[in-house]
């Protein structure tokens, strides 16, 4: 019995190997593409500015990119299933201008008061709008 590590039809076990290697470099770029851009984009605007890569900015960024990850994996969800819904973009506006004029006070012009809400009062009133 002899033991035969390639046969005609298929190429040798080296080059399959190196194949295999280039293969998955080719695949993990495909893949991670936006992780490098993103990486990119940091690397060109830390040259680029003094003050983009400090601790104060990257806080400053992850609370913007909060604000607008909710609504974005609640979006996730619905296309995953098929679905789109136009509406969220509306319906998260409507709330903030809600929120922001519920902060403002609500002026009672029949009783001659301005009512100020508290934070925690405003958010549950901006969730059933």
């Known amino acids: 019995m002899t033991d035969r590590t390639h046969t ?3 190429p ?3 080059s399959k190997k190196k194949t295999d290697k ?3 470099l080719a695949r993990l770029l495909l893949e991670g593409r936006a992780f490098i851009a993103l990486l990119v984009i940091i690397i060109t605007f830390s040259l680029l500015s003094p003050n983009y890569f ?3 900015n990257f806080l400053t960024m992850a609370s913007h990119v909060a604000i607008f990850g909710l ?3 609640g979006m996730l969800l619905v296309i995953l299933n098929g679905g789109i819904d136009l509406s ?4 998260l506006g409507l709330a903030g ?9 609500i002026n009672l012009d029949a009783l001659g008061v301005v009512l100020y809400l508290p934070v ?4 549950i009133l901006t969730l059933v709008i």
């Open 54 to 56: 400090t601790g104060a």
């Open 12 to 14: 040798p076990v080296a």
């Open 120 to 123: 925690w009062a405003v958010a």
């Open 8 to 10: 005609l039809d298929s």
């Open 88 to 91: 969220v973009g509306s319906t």
């Open 71 to 73: 609504p974005a994996i």
């Open 97 to 105: 201008v809600m929120a922001g004029f519920m902060m403002q006070g």
């Open 22 to 24: 280039s293969l998955n």
